[in-house]
Nanobody, 127 residues
């Protein structure tokens, strides 16, 4: 089992920044990739960004490219999502998820390719 705990959410004005953290514990050697997803009220969960643990290669949804940056601290088993130039449309509950698979292309977007999920952290962007 892998446990994931997100933190760093909150309320921010449009144009502001937040950094989310995803701390992993348990059988973390099993992990191959971590993704961030978000879910706004009444909408489906959508992929935001992902990172491969072996070489820290990254993958982003078009909607956040240039504004969000995913990174990893191997020593801390923690992944980060730096969110800049936030927009009201970014308001959602943000989840991190871990996969034991090597993810490619559209696989990043598929929540079914992830095996463990955190509890989520709320991000609210006011206009």
């Amino acid at each position: 089992q892998v446990q994931l705990v997100e933190s760093g959410g909150g309320l921010v004005q449009a144009g502001g920044s937040l950094r989310l953290s995803c701390a992993a514990s348990g059988r973390t050697l099993w992990n191959r990739a971590v993704g961030w997803f978000r879910q706004a009220p009444g909408k489906e969960r959508q992929f935001v960004a992902g990172i491969t643990w072996s070489d820290s290669s990254t993958y982003y949804a078009d909607s956040v490219k240039g504004r969000f940056t995913i990174s990893r601290d191997n020593a801390k088993n923690t992944d980060y999502l730096q969110m800049n130039s936030l927009e009201p449309e970014d308001t959602a509950v943000y989840y991190c998820a871990a996969s034991g698979r090597a993810l490619y292309g559209r696989m990043w977007y598929n929540s079914g390719d992830y095996d463990f999920w955190g509890q989520g952290t709320q991000v609210t962007v006011s206009s």
